[in-house]
């Protein structure tokens, strides 16, 4: 995978259009960053990477121009989504942070707070001439949601769907009236027309329930994590890649493992299979070891 592919579209389709009420506020490669507005008020959904807050912020200031901002979602509590929710609150002091029971757990851990800051440090070397320390104090949960949750913005609602698979803490956001999906990670990340990278680090199950329940919202827009807009014909496409693409790993990885291999030796393949230095502008190579790892063991765990 080239970095071209990564930032292509589909047939002409701009993924970076986000349409009304959406606007993409990302302030620099790595997780994206969406507002949601309403007529009475606004959601942040995700923070992105820590090195580009000052980007980010900037974003947000323009498009509300003297707004306040009301919420702040985590979709999960990864350094890429978070980073920057730290200098984010420090500007928009009044905003609620939105997590789930397994965010708010998660953040209130010393090492998770940790494994933040160690990956936001090696994400500003890899993506920023920049060399300051990072900030983590104000990464928490300050109201936990669940479940089909209504967060209402006036004219239109936010539904919280728990979305677990990636992780435990994954949410995906479903806005209401206008169909608009807002998908975790749980559900994979598109690629081009033929990859889905998916990303299961907590349950291998759970993220196949994800999928089949968020495919039956039938959408009338997608915004996949780390890719933007799906357009509307690959709908279809995409769950079927999915659903492909994770049964395709879960074989390749039990086969290395009926053969004999050891988890130390499955990592091995794992890394000498899907790594490789182009794929440094999506992740830090130690964070793609760390996922890989988890991968494994997940469906060693599951289906062994
Ligand atoms: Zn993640």
């Known amino acids: 995978m080239s970095k071209k592919q990564l930032f292509s579209n589909l047939h002409g389709h701009d993924r970076l259009a986000f349409a009304h009420p959406l606007k993409r506020v990302t302030g620099g490669q790595g997780g994206e960053v969406v507002l949601v ?37 985590l979709t999960h509590t990864h350094y890429d989504h978070v980073g920057a929710l730290p200098y984010i609150r420090k500007r928009y002091k009044d905003a ?25 440090e090696k994400a500003q070397e890899i993506y920023s001439e920049k060399r300051e320390p990072i900030i983590t104090e104000g990464l928490k949960v300050d ?20 979305t677990p698979g990636h992780t435990s803490c994954s949410i995906s956001l479903f806005i209401l009236p206008e169909k608009i999906l807002l998908a975790s990670e749980s559900t994979g990340i598109l690629i081009d027309e033929n990859t889905v990278h998916t990303a299961i680090l907590k349950s291998h199950k759970d993220s196949i329930k994800s999928a ?22 690959f709908h279809e496409d ?48 130690v964070a ?4 890989a790892k988890s991968i494994i063991s997940v469906v060693l765990k599951e289906y062994q």
Not at 143 to 162: A, F, H, Q, S, T
Not at 288 to 291: A, E, M, Y
């Open 143 to 162: 109201k936990v949601v669940k479940d089909m949750d209504i967060i209402e913005l006036g004219d239109r609602n936010i539904i919280i769907y728990e």
């Open 96 to 120: 609620v942070v939105l997590g789930n029971s397994h965010s708010e757990k998660v953040l209130n851990k010393e090492s998770a707070i940790r494994v933040i800051r160690e990956l936001s």
């Open 238 to 285: 995409y769950w079927k890649l999915f659903f492909k693409e994770s049964e395709d790993k879960k074989n390749y990885i039990l086969n290395l493992a009926k053969e004999g291999y050891s988890d130390e030796e499955i990592l091995k393949d794992y890394i000498s299979k899907f790594w490789d230095d182009e794929r440094e502008q999506e992740q830090p190579k």
């Open 212 to 233: 089949i329940r968020l495919k039956g919202l039938k959408a009338n827009t997608i915004v996949l994590p780390h890719y933007g807009v799906l357009p509307r014909y």
């Open 37 to 73: 507005r309403g007529s009475f008020k606004n959601a942040l959904i995700d923070c992105g990477m820590a090195y580009c807050h000052e980007n980010t912020i900037k974003n947000i200031e323009e498009e509300l121009s003297g707004k306040g901002l009301d919420y702040i979602i």
């Open 288 to 291: 793609f070891i760390l996922n």
